[in-house]
């Protein structure tokens, strides 16, 4: 049972128990499902191209008693899926998220940030305690990812309690978001707009039927959540990390374009909140870092500890915004390859970066160790983040 409270609190000195034990690991999950757990960085890397790992349950054995979305969910468009059904849901996604239009926002981001930040210097006036989750890191995201996908104005309150219930298991009955979400879609069908929704709802399958809605509201749902979360937890966690090294701190707002990029780099592999991928399923029997799996058994790919390996990253706990090599696997790799990275990176460095420079004394009003986490596998991020800026 690896999965408790000290893992909520600190999964990476985990990740270093495990990488002496060895790259693949037979644990259970909270609920009591048995898994194997991969978290050599070679075994990660390369099982995330590996066909013989599929996602759709059809796959599993009746070891894997999941029911709960998103990943209890026996199929869902993008992310349930395989190829050649998988490249075809990937399309739809990558229309919205071409490097070009991520460049183009810039501005309106840079813009975004400055007025939350306006807000949060508001609210901390005369040593105020301000929670950064419900002032910046949830609000960013939440905008930016809303805005991309067109979820509409009046669904956006929700968003962070959708969230929420997706990525700490608590969501039973999806109908509610589905509902918001095909709503949005028969709506872009009459009156398009420039988002994904648009072009999702215009879109036909081979038989020239347009796709229903309800078919296209999950695909919606994990890419609006999972747009927004794993920034909001980047943001939060990288907060945290910075507030307590004043000096990468102030290197980073005082960064120029190049050396800014580096930097993130580092921070997406050290502060990720992304733990582990979505869960995959043997095709095959098969063998991972001479572990034998059987055909059916379920495999979480470790991000979180992959990226923390000291057989890949020498010195691997250590923040070195001077790294050299830093092939991290935080975005993933092949058919599954996160089509955002190019939204994160440009959005967590402008976030980051003008937080710090208009906040150089920035730091946490509690004790690190009262911080509430998320009870995730998935998407590890505080669940408050109390500061004062002055």
Known sequence: MLFDEEYWQAPFDIYA???????????????GIPVWLVTGYTEVYDALR???????????????????????LAEARLVMEDPPDHTKSRKLVNHGFVPRRMRLLKPVMEKLVSDLLDDVAAKGADGAIVDLMDTFCAPLPITVICDLVGVPDEERVHVREWGELVFSHNLVNP??????????????RTDPKDDLLTVWAEVADDDGNLLPPEDLSHMALIMFAAGYDSTMGMLSCSTLALMQRPDLAKRLADAGEDELHRIMEEMFRMYSPTQRGFRRFAREDMEIGGQRISAGDTVLLSIGAA?????????????????????????????????????????NGIALQQLFRRFPEISLAVPEDELPWRESTLIRLPLSLPVTIS
């Open 50 to 72: 590996d066909q013989r790992l599929a996602r759709h349950r059809k796959y599993a054995n009746d070891d894997y008693t999941n029911h709960l979305p998103p990943e209890g």
């Open 17 to 31: 128990t495990l990488h002496e034990k060895g790259p693949v690991h037979r644990v259970c999950l909270p609920d």
């Open 175 to 188: 109908q509610g978001i589905g509902a918001a979400m095909a709503r949005a879609l028969v709506a872009r």
């Open 307 to 347: 990226d923390r390996d000291p057989s890949a990253f020498p010195n691997a706990n250590d923040l070195d915004f001077d790294r050299a090599q830093n092939k991290h696997l935080v975005f993933g790799r092949g058919p599954h390859a996160c089509p955002g990275a190019e939204l994160a990176r440009i959005e």
